[in-house]
């Protein structure tokens, strides 16, 4: 499948680039043609590194936020405890899935931000909604 062609004007004219199959991509214009092959840019491993110890952080604030409702041993605590595991399962099958439809990335370091960054937007939609005032 090849990327739709794109139109850009380089120095007072047009160059039309279009994507094949294989990666390559050619730029045409007036008086030129060259082709060169594209590659995706990975992701740098302490950036990877330091998503992983924001997402401890972040995971380590919501189990702070949470552990109080729980002791409560009321009813809002059952309720709590059911959602933390139904949102739990929840966002396993979702990464699951974007793996095996290789939405989470093609190589091993693009693997890793995007299943880190899947599971700090579920932390994260938790901090958020614990912290707020009742």
Do not use: C, F
Request: hydrophobic share 45%.
């Amino acid at each position: 499948m090849s990327a739709p062609p794109t139109v850009r004007r380089k120095a007072g004219r047009m160059v039309t680039i279009a994507v094949d199959k294989h990666g390559m991509m050619a730029a045409s214009g007036r008086n030129r043609t060259e082709v060169k092959r594209t590659t995706m840019r990975q992701p740098h491993p302490m950036i990877i590194a330091l998503d992983y110890w924001k997402l401890g952080m972040e995971a380590a604030t919501v189990i702070n936020l949470r552990l109080p409702k729980l002791w409560a041993g009321n009813p809002a605590a059952v309720t709590e405890a059911q959602r933390m595991v139904s949102e739990k399962i929840e966002a396993a099958a979702i990464l699951q899935w974007k793996a095996m439809t290789g939405a989470l990335g093609t190589n091993p370091l693009s693997i890793l931000q995007a299943s880190t960054a899947h599971y700090r937007k579920a932390v994260g939609k938790n901090r958020r909604r614990l912290s707020r005032p009742r």
